[in-house]
């Protein structure tokens, strides 16, 4: 009888104490969802009906920022849902609590206005114990507006500004006394470690208690450190009053731990902090919350560089943008993990978290993997001459260092990307002014950053106008220069990227430097055996991004590198080679492997690694350019082995020696399916990769029997390859005609004039398509198109965009450079003739399609008699064109 006794009284205490615990669940799912401001939609009896259902993490320009329309919704949009929540909750503490929300937010509960926030990117949270009715449904009625507000950083950047609840959100119940969750959406607790050594280090930990009952309570604060096994280190215990009402601050003493396992990049250690309240009485326990510990301590040094746990380390990283294909910034926990291990399996131990704070996760994962982490508030490209700014930045800069203040990854705070990018003042008083604000506001953002968080380092980015900088004062302000530099990219020479380290090293004596950005667009479906700048082919991609590798590494003064970016985003107003993308990502926007990742793999990690690049280049087409009819195309094997043997099918083609991460094998390729096999040795590790390739072999004279002729892909001005993914065609560069082949006849490929030269092609928007590349090159000037191709039928799909326009260039448009200049088109009119038969007389694209469109022609041709194809442009006004050439045998 006394054995049950005591177990039930022990399931009494047991259960008792758990229901005292804190009680946290999101509320993602079944939100009513409109865009828009309806009438009274925070009230009951408004209807919502009609609107649509969503889930959160949601955005509502997913797709609008991906269209053909310039522009996406930046406005008021609500959810609302209405949410039963238990009586068992009652008479606790409750809070709405949300991981982000862009970008200004109102809430109201059951009719009643509870709060508000502004900013896109920091988390936040409303007290919502005297609204809520328990035991019955609570109307949640959430106003959220990415409306332009001047007084809201960002006010312009290369993303795009998804509107939404695009992270997590919660309820939360909690004992009346509680850790307090009202500083700024902290966790209500601060791990310091003013001194970590090999032999010792010592922890401080402050606590803040709230005390929400109406009497003065006593309670136990306990901290109680853990070791990753959960076994007890450390314990500290101190009583504490609360007065009712009252938040108070409990700081413990320093508290020594002999030893310490160090957080590090191969080793991320980490402690655990329990962190208590108990009733003093009755010694229940009211309230925990869990903190990571890290254990290291670091340093940067102008000259030499970072220091972790004294150890010397290259910091090469990555920046990343939240976004996903189709998604928008709307993402589902995993896809934010999964990029992180991305990061590290590709050898990065550094991540830039741009230009915003990023989900939990994202800084849960660096803490667990050993990535070093900067994160930044989203104060980009310019500033409005505000207080009201000035003091929204400074509560963002306050959320963002209190809201990750535990995390043991991160070791520098951030604030002003290319502050003066977008200066709306060249000259005079006015810029004086400006100048004068902006310099203000940074050092607001220094001062706090430094009072919050004294243990970290500050960071400030910049673009290549030093002078700008330099005349505000900025480059004095904060303790790391980060600069983000694309020589070889928006600039012509690549060279000057070293001589502007060098430079910056010699300037700013005793500023720690280092690149928080640098990289070319890489389309992936985009290849060039003539890489140049803007070409977006992965061979620009991989030598551009060597060189910077290599330089850096050469410089010990640059204590790290974010290369830019990660991941493909999402920049609405962008065009490029895929519009409204960014693609400076090493990953695609859905984390396809692009070569580039592949070269830092191979440079960075330290397990063996082999892997044979152009991987997600399946269908690929070329011109038979040997006697054994074949056609000899470049490959990339990436490894860290020394050296590297290549099969392809079958046959060897020798060993190569690896150099900066890869080497290149000249691959003879079969018409129809290739298999290619690699082989090295790293130590005693024995490496093998294998890749499949389907070749589409053209003959270099098209009636030969051997390889008959079916179809061939021509774009025209250009030396480019093209991949299209959703039909398996393989698009290959134009050639000059010759008896018995293929090619043009005349004319010049169309090169855009920019500041500083030319580039290939265009870097217009072409509509109608997803195949950018093959419309934004063209032939001018060109006389004919020939194909001696056999007798037979044939469809002749001739493909066609004015890449020149005569309105003036949408100033929208991101480009950092801005060195593309406009040429006006003329009022451009020609005949075609197919084998001798005029097939349309007087051709005015502009006329008939406008500008930028993508126009494609089919002709159905007979080829009779052995006299091939000839297609012949007419010039009636201005130059004729011809962009791209499709020819499909019928019969
Ligand atoms: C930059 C910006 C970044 C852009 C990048 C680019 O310097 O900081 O936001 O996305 O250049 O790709 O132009
Ligand atoms: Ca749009």
């Not at 332009?148 to 500004?161: E, G, K, R, V």
């Not at 050993?370 to 930045?393: H, K, M, R």
């Not at 991949?723 to 855009?752: C, H, L, M």
Request: proline letters at 4%.
């Amino acid at each position: 009888m006394k054995k049950f006794l005591y177990i039930f009284i022990m399931l009494f205490v047991v259960g008792w104490v758990q229901a005292q615990q804190r009680v946290i669940y999101t509320i993602n799912d079944g939100w009513k969802f409109t865009k828009g401001s309806p009438f009274e939609a925070q009230l009951d009896n408004c209807d919502d009906s009609s609107w649509e259902t969503v889930n959160i993490p949601h955005t509502w320009n997913d797709k609008d920022a991906d269209d053909e329309t310039p522009g996406f919704y930046r406005g008021p949009a609500w959810y609302r849902k209405q949410l039963f929540v238990d009586k068992s909750q009652e008479g606790r503490q409750a809070i709405i609590y949300f991981e982000g929300a862009n970008q200004e937010v109102q809430l109201y509960l059951n009719g009643q206005f509870i709060g508000e926030h502004k900013g896109g990117y920091t988390r936040f949270c409303f007290d919502i114990t005297p609204n809520l009715r328990y035991g019955q449904e609570n109307l949640f009625a959430i106003c959220v507006n990415n409306v332009y507000n001047p007084n809201i950083p960002p006010l312009s950047a290369d993303f795009t500004f998804f509107g939404g609840i695009y992270r997590d959100v919660y309820l939360q119940f909690m004992n009346p006394v509680h850790i307090a969750t009202n500083d700024y959406a902290s966790s209500g607790v601060y791990l310091r470690t003013p001194e970590v050594n090999k032999s010792a280090a010592s922890v401080e930990i402050t606590t803040l208690l709230t005390n929400e009952l109406s009497q003065t309570t006593e309670v136990i604060v306990e901290n109680i450190i853990c070791d990753a096994d959960g076994k007890e280190v450390r314990k500290t215990s101190t009583e504490v009053k609360l007065a009712s009402g009252e938040t108070k601050t409990e700081v413990s003493k320093k508290i020594k731990i002999d030893s310490p396992h160090l957080w590090d990049i191969d080793d991320p250690y980490r402690y655990m902090v329990y962190t208590r309240i108990l009733d003093k009485r009755k010694g229940t326990l009211l309230d925990e919350v869990v903190n990571p510990l890290g254990l290291r301590w670091f340093e940067f040094d102008s000259e030499k560089g970072f220091f972790l746990n004294g150890k010397w380390r290259k910091l090469i990283g990555t920046a990343r943008h939240q976004d996903y294909f189709q998604k928008g910034n709307a993402l589902r926990d995993e896809l934010h993990v999964q990029d992180v291990l991305l990061l590290k399996e590709m050898g990065g131990n550094f991540l830039r978290v741009s230009h915003y704070p990023q989900d939990p996760v994202i800084m849960e994962m660096c803490d667990k993997l050993g990535i070093v982490t900067s994160v930044e508030i989203p104060v980009v490209n310019a500033v409005t001459e505000t207080e009201e700014f000035l003091n929204n930045s400074v509560e963002m800069a306050k959320e963002m260092v209190r809201q990750d203040f535990n995390r043991p990854s991160i070791m520098i705070w951030g604030y002003m990307n290319e502050i003066f990018l977008r200066r709306p003042y060249t000259e005079g008083k006015q810029l004086e002014d400006y100048y004068h604000f902006t310099e203000k506001v940074a050092r607001s953002l220094e001062a706090t950053i430094r009072k919050e968080d004294p243990s970290r380092y500050t960071m400030m980015a910049y673009h290549n106008a030093p002078q700008f900088y330099e005349d505000a004062h900025l480059t004095e302000i904060p303790m790391i220069q980060g600069w983000n530099l694309y020589q070889g990219w928006y600039e012509p020479d690549i060279n000057e990227f070293q001589r502007l380290l060098d430079r910056a090293h010699k300037m700013y004596k005793g500023k720690v430097l280092m690149v928080t950005e640098y990289g070319p667009g890489v389309d992936p479906r985009t290849h060039s055996y003539q890489p140049e700048r803007f070409d977006f082919s992965q061979e620009y991609g991989l030598i551009y991004h060597k060189h910077y590798l290599n330089e850096m590494m050469k410089r010990p003064f640059i204590a790290g590198s974010s290369l830019w970016n990660l991941n493909d985003f999402y920049s609405e107003s962008r065009v490029d080679a895929v519009p409204h993308v960014n693609n400076k990502g090493v990953l695609g926007l859905d984390r396809e492997v692009k070569d580039t990742y592949l070269f830092y793999k191979a440079a960075l990690i330290r397990r063996p690694m082999l892997v044979i690049g152009n991987r997600e280049w399946k269908t690929r087409g070329g011109v038979v350019n040997t006697e054994q009819k074949e056609c000899i195309q470049s490959i990339p094997v990436f490894s860290n082995a020394e050296e590297v043997e290549l099969f392809a099918n079958n046959k060897s083609l020798g060993k190569k020696k690896i150099e900066s991460g890869y080497a290149l094998f000249d691959v003879p390729f079969v018409n129809g399916e290739n298999q290619l096999e690699a082989f090295a040795v790293a130590g005693d590790t024995k490496l093998h990769d294998m890749l499949g390739i389907r070749f589409q072999l053209i003959g270099s004279q098209l009636k030969d029997n051997t390889l008959p002729f079916t179809e061939m892909n021509v774009m025209l001005g250009s030396p480019r390859y093209f991949e299209d993914r959703a039909t398996n065609v393989a698009w290959i560069p134009e050639q000059e005609y010759k008896p018995g082949s293929w090619g043009f006849v005349g004319g010049t490929p169309y090169r855009r004039k920019t500041g500083f030269g030319t580039m290939l092609g265009s870097d217009i928007d072409i509509f109608g398509t997803d195949m950018n590349p093959v419309f934004q090159t063209q032939r001018v000037g060109i006389e004919s198109f020939k194909a001696d191709v056999p007798d037979g039928e044939y469809s002749v799909s001739l493909y066609w965009a004015e890449l020149d326009s005569d309105k003036e260039k949408e100033a929208l448009i991101y480009n950092l450079g801005a060195d593309s200049e406009q040429t006006l088109v003329g009022n451009r009119r020609f005949g075609i003739s197919i084998n001798g038969t005029t097939v349309l007389d007087d051709f005015n694209i502009a006329r008939d399609y406008g500008y930028a469109r993508a126009v494609i022609k089919k002709f159905i041709v007979t080829v009779k008699d052995g006299k091939g194809l000839n297609i012949d442009f007419h010039k009636k006004e201005g130059e004729t064109i011809l962009n791209a050439i499709r020819i499909y045998r019928n019969y």
